[in-house]
């Protein structure tokens, strides 16, 4: 069953009346890992605030399309809504997560904290427990008697990701979870991450800037450049043949695509800024293919025969375009 | 000998006696135009040995000569000092944020060749044209530049004093990967522009393979393995080398590329 439990569809968002996003559309099925990439400032954070709520506590809001969760709209919830949703829906691994624990309280008692909050009718205690083995903690006992300082930076990766599974949320937004990170330690919680995807069932909205690591976690990508989605399809198309030139730019810049001294592709100019968002198509000043049209006219998105979609004037058969439904 | 810049002989580093050393059995030699990488994750030892060939930090036991002289015998302002200089992980952190770029980089001329304010400023432009800036944008604090440019600014603030040896710590890990490749990219330049030799202290084994020719392999304050850097990681001999190797993200799409 690919039934769909996430579907976001031309979102527009504003803080303090500067557009910073607009028309993002993706989509996620129930169980399916997404991953969302693009650089600093292209609009993946902001874009997980608004599936959590959290835009008015920094002046934002949602101006355009919609947010639907299993069937039902986000996207006019009042905040005792959002309180239903947040953590029990829809969990949370915020970014910079290592600074996000309670450092003068035990692991065990912030999670006892979370699980009485969000799930008041399990034993606390047990649930705790289970929830450090979810995430594949050892000796989760020890575990729960520890303050932060006493974990390494993965062990409290676990605590965080543990923390956000404490409502059975269905979808888990996990924004750069493994960037600071050794290797070897990310390598363990992307694995944490499928087992979960397994033994829940739930749903995996994964932000990173990483492309390698959504090559090897997601089924699905969306690109993001510039407050929008410019390109979304099956992970592994995207990355082998990318359809816009903006996914090819970024797939190029890695140094493991060249050999040794020979120069890498670099991507001219700088990234588009909120607020001074170019006419057109937004990565146009930057693009190596841009013609007359993308300095004037926004693409939006479209879909290919193959079921992928992407934001760009130059497709190569405009016969094939047919109005997305991402 | 004599083309030996920078020799490392059995050397331990401690940050306070008692306390076990922060790296040991260190064995490295960096001659004009050589590319070593040092990898290993966090807390391996790294940083420390980085902060050991700039003399920053002094060997415990064994040796570290800057052509051919112990830093220990090397005064603050001994020209010798220029030979290292340093690239920081976080130029946000490493820049004065109440200094223009241009300032930042005029200070070195005038502290070191000790030139007026007007020739140092005028020395500043020229370096930071070579790493790419110019214009306007010189005279912003770091505030206000992109995190590449402050990158670029620190690199140019080490070409000031003229070096023949960059130690680049995680130079690109604080960067988006589009800009990680404009700074890769001036790296692999001024190797062959300045005939640099270049020590890159990386997590990333992919930015190792691609800008060195040889490479050390950190564990806990360890060498576990050191050779020329293609062999290394095509033929692993060390377990732990294999672990990062196998740990590397999108593996899948390196060879597909």
Redesign the interface.
């Known amino acids: 069953m690919n039934t769909e439990l996430l579907r976001i569809n031309g979102l527009g968002v504003e803080i303090a009346g500067l557009p910073v996003l607009s028309e993002v559309s993706l989509s996620l099925p129930t169980n399916g890992v997404l991953g969302l990439v693009g650089?600093?400032g292209s609009g993946k954070s902001l874009t997980c605030r608004a599936l959590m709520g959290l835009l008015p506590r920094i002046n934002g809001k949602v101006v355009a399309g919609s947010i639907t969760f299993d069937g039902v709209s986000l996207t006019d919830l009042d905040e005792p809504g959002w309180a239903r949703v947040r953590g029990r829906e829809i969990g949370f691994v915020p970014q910079a997560s290592l600074n996000a624990l309670d450092p003068v309280m035990t692991v065990g008692a912030q999670l006892r904290e979370a699980v009485s909050h969000l799930d008041p009718d399990v034993d606390a205690k047990a649930r705790s427990l289970e929830l450090l083995d979810l995430v594949r903690l050892p000796q989760v006992r020890e575990v729960l008697r520890r303050y932060p300082h006493e974990l390494s930076?993965g062990m409290r990766q676990r605590v965080m990701i543990a923390l956000a599974l404490a409502g059975r949320p269905r979808l888990l937004l996990a924004d750069e979870p493994t960037t600071a990170l050794?290797?070897?330690?990310?390598?363990a919680i992307?694995e944490v991450f499928a087992d979960l995807r397994t033994s829940t069932g739930m749903g995996l909205l994964l932000v990173t800037?990483?492309?390698?690591?959504?090559?090897?976690v997601a089924d699905t990508v969306a690109v993001m450049y510039g407050g929008t989605v410019v390109e979304f399809g099956r992970a592994a198309d995207v990355?082998?043949t990318p359809s816009h030139p903006y996914t090819a730019?970024?797939?190029g810049?890695?140094?493991?695509?060249?050999g040794?001294?020979e120069?890498?592709?670099?991507?001219p100019g700088?990234?588009a800024v909120p607020g001074q968002w170019p006419a057109g198509c937004r990565f146009s000043p930057r693009c190596a293919f841009a013609r007359d049209e993308c300095h004037h006219v926004q693409p939006t998105m479209l879909q290919a025969a193959d079921g992928r979609s992407r934001a760009c004037h130059g497709w190569p058969d405009p016969s094939e375009e047919a109005p997305a439904h991402v | 000998m004599s083309d030996v810049l920078l020799d490392v002989v059995d050397a331990e580093f401690r940050y306070a006696r008692g306390m076990a050393p922060a790296a040991s059995g260190i064995n490295l030699q960096v001659r004009p135009g050589d590319a070593v990488g040092i990898v290993g994750e966090s807390g391996s030892g790294k940083t420390t040995i980085g902060r050991g060939l700039v003399g920053s930090l002094l060997p415990s036991a064994g040796s570290v000569l800057v052509q051919g002289r112990r830093w220990k015998s090397v005064s603050r302002r001994d020209p010798v000092r220029r030979t290292v200089q340093m690239v920081f992980q976080d130029p946000y952190a490493s820049l004065n944020p109440m200094l223009s770029a241009l300032a930042t980089v005029a200070e070195v001329f005038r502290v070191w060749d000790k030139v007026s304010a007007d020739v140092a400023t005028s020395r500043a432009e020229q370096v930071l044209a070579e790493v790419g800036l110019s214009g306007e944008v010189i005279r912003r604090r770091p505030a206000l530049l992109s995190g590449g440019q402050r990158q670029r600014v620190g690199i140019a603030r080490a070409l000031a004093c003229s070096p023949q040896v960059l130690v680049a710590d995680e130079p690109t890990s604080a960067l988006d990967v589009s800009v990680q490749a404009n700074v890769l990219n001036l790296l692999l330049d001024l190797k062959a522009s300045r005939g640099l030799a270049l020590v890159l202290i990386s997590h990333d084994l992919s930015v190792v393979d691609y800008l060195t020719d040889r490479a050390l392999v950190m564990l806990n304050g360890e060498v576990v393995e050191q050779g020329e850097t293609q062999t290394l990681l095509k033929n692993p001999g060390h377990e732990y080398t294999k672990t990062l190797i196998g740990s590397i993200p999108g593996t899948s799409l390196t060879t597909a590329s």
């Open positions: 650089e600093t930076g050794d290797v070897t330690v990310q390598k992307l800037h990483d492309l390698g690591v959504v090559a090897d990355m082998s730019a970024l797939l810049a890695r140094p493991a695509t060249r040794r001294n120069r890498l592709t670099t991507i700088v990234p």
